[in-house]
């Protein structure tokens, strides 16, 4: 059994806990936490299971990573604290431990991830013989590993596409969704996570691994975007009210431009209620949904709906980004210490999990 580690009990630790518990060659071995009210909490609780798993959650950083785990889940947000992940991420690897992460977007892409974020790791890496695996949902297996398998279904592919449509009210992380997207901000206000290169940066890297898996050459990566008010005042369950007039829906696109024309798309269709930008793509039902379409011969299109915690899209998408990474740490445990990427790491079947509680 491997002993790991789970750093974070938000949106994506709650799921991480309970993916860690569920897979038989893992066996929890300690939660961090920052809240000083989580500490001493078990985890079955913080993970919103309905029984104990007999670990409580502490904040001895030192004393968890001492103990020599095989590897940690880092489930604490790295979109507004970039340097903070990375230096805990970079403890944990000198601690001798693979770690799994959706953290630091630069990273998805490790060859060509700056060198202020590559170098680090790669330091820690040959101090501690560690390892480290980046990746998500979008970016993540939306763009990496599902469309690259659809494209194998293919006879000719004229264009590949990925689409995430997802309806923000449900994602319950509030200063992302109002500051960093910009829902609910006036129409003028300039939200960092759309500012010219910055979708580039986060999504640019998942362009970059398909193109080198079809094994072409890009000539460049461009942005497009589009910002839609709202019309009607709409109050959202988890975020409140967000007011007539101000952004309600966001669409973009990160293109990879092959032989002058955009052949690998990325694009995002986000929205804080269902009535704005009604003639935009939009999720088959419900309240989101990651959709690949292949162009060519045939034409194939494929979507996938996640749901978690009382039928949440949002939460089952950062379930299906765990499972991703979860199910990767007894291959990375097995391989030589790394800096790994999508295109390294399989996505296996769920061996020994079937029927598993």
């Known amino acids: 059994m491997i002993s790991t ?21 893992l066996k929890l071995a300690a939660v961090l936490v920052h809240d000083p009210g989580k500490v001493g909490r078990d985890a079955g609780e913080l993970a919103g299971l309905d029984h104990g798993l007999g670990v409580t959650a502490s904040d001895d950083i030192d004393a968890v990573l001492t103990a020599g785990p095989g590897a940690v889940v880092y489930a ?22 693979v770690v799994v992460t959706p953290a630091l977007y630069p990273l998805y892409d490790q060859r060509n991830a700056p060198p202020e974020f590559r170098d680090p790791v790669l330091a820690a890496i040959a101090d501690g013989g560690g390892s480290l695996f980046v990746s998500g949902v979008d970016p993540g297996w939306g763009n990496d590993v599902l469309p690259l398998l659809i494209s194998g ?9 990925c689409q995430e449509i997802f309806d923000y009210s449900t994602y319950e992380q509030e200063e992302s969704v109002r500051y960093l997207v910009g829902m609910g901000q006036p129409m003028d206000y300039e939200p960092l ?20 898996a079809l094994g072409v050459e890009l000539d460049d990566i461009r942005e497009t975007l589009e910002r839609r008010p709202l019309t009607d005042t709409v109050n959202t369950r988890t975020m409140g009210a967000f007011a007539a007039g101000t952004q309600g829906a966001v669409r973009f696109e990160v293109q990879g431009i092959v032989g002058g024309e955009p052949r690998i798309v990325i694009e995002h269709v986000t929205r804080i209620h269902a009535s704005c930008a009604p003639d935009w793509p939009t999720p088959p039902d419900g309240d989101g949904a990651h959709r690949v379409i292949i162009e060519g011969r045939p034409r194939i299109e494929v979507t996938v709906e996640a749901t978690d915690e009382g039928e949440n ?22 391989a030589e210490p790394g800096l790994y990427d999508a295109l390294d790491v399989p996505l296996r079947p769920a061996v020994g999990r079937l029927g598993r509680k």
Not at 88 to 94: K, Q, S, T
Not at 153 to 161: E, K, S, W
Not at 314 to 329: F, H, K, M
């Open 5 to 25: 580690v789970v750093w974070g009990t938000g949106n994506v630790g709650r799921a991480a806990i309970r993916a860690v518990e569920a897979h038989p060659k």
């Open 76 to 97: 604490a947000t790295g979109d507004i604290r970039p340097d903070e992940a990375l230096a805990d991420i970079g403890r944990a690897i000198r601690a001798g431990a």
């Open 153 to 161: 279904l293919g006879t000719t592919v004229d264009a590949i596409r």
């Open 193 to 212: 996570m759309l500012a010219p290169t910055i979708p580039t940066m986060v999504w640019g890297g998942q362009i970059r691994l398909m193109a080198r």
């Open 313 to 334: 899209r949002s939460a089952g998408g950062n379930a299906t980004a765990v499972g991703r990474l979860v199910g990767a740490i007894d291959w990375l445990v097995g």
